[in-house]
């Protein structure tokens, strides 16, 4: 009936996350909320959370950096509320758009995120959520006491300890600056009440900006109960406002991540150098040794072992693999391969099954089939290699004429010689040889020897007759005597 449809509307809930801000302090060309944590933007960390929450309405405020912002906003929530903040500055004042901004017919509570609190969990706010309707709150706050309050806002309160307040620490007296509890920014509010104190905000303080945590005092005056929250962990609630809290957050969520790997059976041998992004998967028995930096869509199967020192971006890497000093971008590795020391391996790149990139290799665009080997010095670009093939050391694929790319097709158990030049376009039938030097300009058949350096020639007495009398000449001379 009409009583239930009341109650469930009660109990729905919005989340309105303000994203509106300069970040004067990252000294940034980029938004803030748009710098990374382990490969998603701060604000995608909190759309993330903000979503696990299953809001009926999200509404993000915008201004600086919009159409950078609206866009990641987008991507993570494609039907989230976009909010344009005018020229009236503050929380307070993002906080009264967005208010305006969701369906009249909303009457539950909003959830209030900052989009540069990238850590805090869904979890931890359902519990506020939950303790704010028990306690029949018009506002509950999170709060926490950090190792240094310098900078926020501090939380006032009663006897009774409910909140009568929030004082920003550019407003705060001396008496004021000495309390260590400090307003998080994040907050549950019943819309209604919150509606009717946003409208009495003023921007008569000392940044000239409504402040939404004058809400706090206005709802507590008013004979409203104002709640907070203590969190006890408060690295949960830390904001990110410079570029060293952003490396203090990665490096906790960088810690988080690799605990939760190896609690799932992944060997990490050095947690402090290496780097996960939270998109990359892993398999048990997975190792990875120090120096090692997954990003991306990079997936890595059990057993195979990466490292030391390598970066894997987008790559695919199965089981048995080794990969070893080796950047990689857009690669897959198949099983049993190697991969390794000093590779760089490019998008579209397959090594086969026991197949082998080796020393100082770069690959691109190739597909190497099933214990196909480059182990040594070369440049395999827009090739095609077949089963069982050697390529000797120092080959390069001259895949570009200046103009096109064309590619080089070699067949399977082919041999070639070093220093092969392959002059795309190419073909190599199975079972060709190359000899040493060879630079390839058209089809080898299969079986036959390609040769292309013309036949050695040695003038004899050459050094001693133009050379006479330098070290190499006596040398010669030498070795002319004891042979005789
Ligand atoms: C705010 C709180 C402070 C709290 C601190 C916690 C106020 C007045 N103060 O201060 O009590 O201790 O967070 O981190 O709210 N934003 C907008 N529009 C604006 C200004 C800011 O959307 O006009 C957004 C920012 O993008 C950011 C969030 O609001 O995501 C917080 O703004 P910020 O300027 O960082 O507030 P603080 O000074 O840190
Ligand atoms: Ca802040």
Redesign the pocket.
Known sequence: GLGDVYKRQQQALAVV???????TRMRSQTA??LHELSGIPLLGHVLATASALQPEHLAV????HRDAVAGVVTDYVPDAILVD?DD???????LELALAALPSTFAGDVVV?????PLLDSDTIQAVVDHHRSQGSALTLMSTIPEDPT????VIRNDRGDVTG?V??SDANAAEKQITE?????YVMNRAHAHAAVAGLTTTNS?G??????IARALSSAGHRVSGVLVEDSWL???I?DRVQLSEAQARLTRMTIRGWQLLGVTVADPASTMIDLSVELAPDVTLLPGVQLKGDTRIDSHATIGPDSTLVDTIVESHATVVRTHSLGAHICEHASVGPFSYLRPGTVVGVEGKVGAFVEVKNSTLARGAKVPHLSYIGDADIGEGTNIGAGAITANYDGETKHRTTIGSQVRTGSHTVFVAPVELGDGSYTAAGAVVRRRVEPGALAMSVAPQRNLEGWVEHNREGSPAAIAAKKAGKSKK
């Open positions: 996350v303000l994203a509106a801000g300069q970040g803030k909320v405020v915008l201004r600086h903040q009236i500055p503050g929380t307070g004042r993002a995120m900052s989009g540069d609190v900078g926020y806002g501090r929030v920003e620490e400090i307003n998080s920014g994040v940044q900006e409504k402040y939404l945590t004058d609630l830390e904001g406002n």
